[in-house]
């Protein structure tokens, strides 16, 4: 497999050599924060505060003068990022993208030749590649989304239908946020929704679109990020499966749960609801949580999760959906009774 020295390389074959060939992206520090293709590493031709200067001078001085103001800013540590490049490359091959496949990647392409390194450059830049990705959302995709009220433990009944080799994404996991007022407790910070849309594309096309697809039912966010427009449609599109089990299993699993996080945060938790709440709820159930009846406390809150639920539920056509009762909180027999119903949808 080879290519010439600095070659466009659209982004289907792009993403092709991706899976061999290390990925630099050379945009600002701030702007692959935002979102990157996963994998790839960022050797910036301009830091932050370069780029902006850059900019002000394209701007007074036209291409030449901001052409001049890169390299003078850039050129002292040109034998760093070279240095950086040597040691990424795979047998001297390296894949490159900027914002949109134009100055920025060729003169580090050109950098990156100085050292014997040959360079595939992204046709359109990181700016393909996001419209590549959101368009693939679009296909329609044979997919069974997972319900079911609050603390019926989906996210264990995902990780079992895995195990059993059936096609899932885990969109809370690639989100860090397992979707209620309480979801961003114990984990990392979220990335954006940029970003969110990167990761959830790699798993995308890495499924067999003959198989069909788990994933949670969701609203359009979760915590902080947003499901890309494309993605979520799609997903309306699709049966559900809604697990039903009794409101006092799933009320033990929460207290379980959540009952060892400290008291201000759970506290701060509720405040994020307490309109929603009602006023009255959130304070009987900020004191439960306070004199330590976090059973009492998930009961209010529990209450409220179900009752948002049957309304969102509400809005789903009833002859996509295909109910599952369960009076277990075992998250294996449960992914069993899940995956017989789902034989159903493929009969109808």
């Keep these: 497999m080879t290519f010439q020295l600095g070659q466009k390389l659209d982004i289907s074959l792009f993403l092709e050599r991706v899976e061999h060939i290390p990925v630099v992206d050379v945009r600002s520090p701030a702007e692959f924060s935002a979102g990157h293709i996963p994998g790839a590493f960022n050797i910036p031709l301009f830091d932050d505060e370069e780029r902006k200067a850059v900019g002000i001078r394209y701007r ?25 490049a040597r040691k990424l490359s795979a047998d001297n091959k390296l894949l490159v993208h900027c914002w949109r496949g134009g100055m920025r990647s060729e003169a580090m392409a050109w950098l990156f030749s100085l ?14 590649y996001r419209q590549y990705i959101l368009n693939s959302f679009s296909e329609n995709r ?14 264990e009944i995902l990780r079992n239908l895995r195990n059993a080799g059936e096609q899932v994404i885990d969109l809370e996991g690639l989100a860090n946020h397992k979707g209620s007022a309480f979801g961003s407790l114990g984990q990392p910070a979220q990335p954006t929704s940029e970003h ?17 697809l788990w994933v ?4 359009k966010n979760i915590g902080t990020v947003f499901m890309p427009d494309e993605f979520f449609l799609n997903m309306q599109k699709n049966p559900v499966i809604v697990l039903l089990i009794d409101f006092r299993i799933r009320l033990h699993r929460l207290v379980r749960e959540y009952a ?7 506290i701060l938790a509720i405040r ?13 159930a900020i004191s439960s949580v306070e004199c330590g009846d976090f059973t009492k406390a998930a009961e209010i809150i529990l209450r409220y999760y179900d009752k948002a639920y049957l309304y969102g539920l509400k809005k789903k056509q009833a002859e996509k ?3 599952v009762e369960s009076d277990s909180d075992d998250a294996a027999i449960n992914a069993e009774r899940v995956l017989e119903a789902s034989g159903q949808l493929c009969r109808n």
């Excluded at 309109?275 to 709820?281: A, F, V």
């Design 260 to 266: 060892g996080y400290s008291v201000a945060d759970l």
């Design 196 to 212: 969110f849309a990167n990761l959830l594309y790699e798993q995308w096309r890495r499924n067999d679109i003959e198989k069909p």
């Design 272 to 284: 994020k609801i307490s309109r929603r709440l009602g006023g009255e709820n959130a304070m009987d």
């Design 142 to 155: 044979r997919m069974i989304i997972l319900g079911g009220f609050t603390g019926s433990g989906k996210t």
């Design 321 to 323: 959906i295909v109910y």
């Design 216 to 219: 949670e039912d969701e609203s």
């Design 60 to 84: 007074k001085s036209g291409r030449f003068g901001a052409i001049n103001e890169g390299l003078k800013l850039a050129g002292p540590s040109f034998h760093l990022k070279l240095e950086k």
């Design 115 to 128: 050292a014997g390194i040959e360079t595939g450059i992204l046709e359109g830049g990181y700016k393909a």
